[in-house]
């Protein structure tokens, strides 16, 4: 059974950065963040295609976050930068075996962001 284990939520204020860690007992296509606030949908926030190593980003300010991975380490990551209120929500990894197809999903971790 594949796991994956999200951690680096918390709570920072506005302008502040965080580094979202996921880490997998599997082996993926891709990996990937998404995230959801409260009272909205999962949206995807960016994904990592390991098979060329190619990334892509969700419909919003794609420059604030970074996402980046080692494949060895079945690991990604997700860099947030100049975070906003905005940017709370819940923040999913997830990983698959096909490009664009997320099947593994991890707990969640809370980011939380303060005016």
């Known amino acids: 059974q594949v796991q994956l284990v999200e951690s680096g939520g918390g709570l920072v204020q506005a302008g502040g950065s965080l580094r979202l860690s996921c880490a997998s007992s599997?082996?993926?296509?891709?990996m990937g963040w998404f995230r959801q606030a409260p009272g909205k949908e999962r949206k995807f926030v960016a994904g990592i295609n390991w098979s060329g190593g190619s990334t892509v980003y969700g419909d919003f300010e794609k420059g604030r976050f970074t996402i980046s991975g080692d494949n060895a380490e079945n690991t990604v990551y997700l860099q947030m930068n100049s975070l906003k209120p905005e940017d709370t929500a819940i923040y999913y990894c997830?990983?698959?075996?096909?490009?664009?197809?997320?099947?593994?999903w991890g707990q969640g971790t809370q980011v939380t962001v303060s005016s």
């Open positions: 997830a990983a698959g075996q096909m490009i664009n197809t997320y099947t593994y």
């Open positions: 599997g082996r993926h296509v891709v």
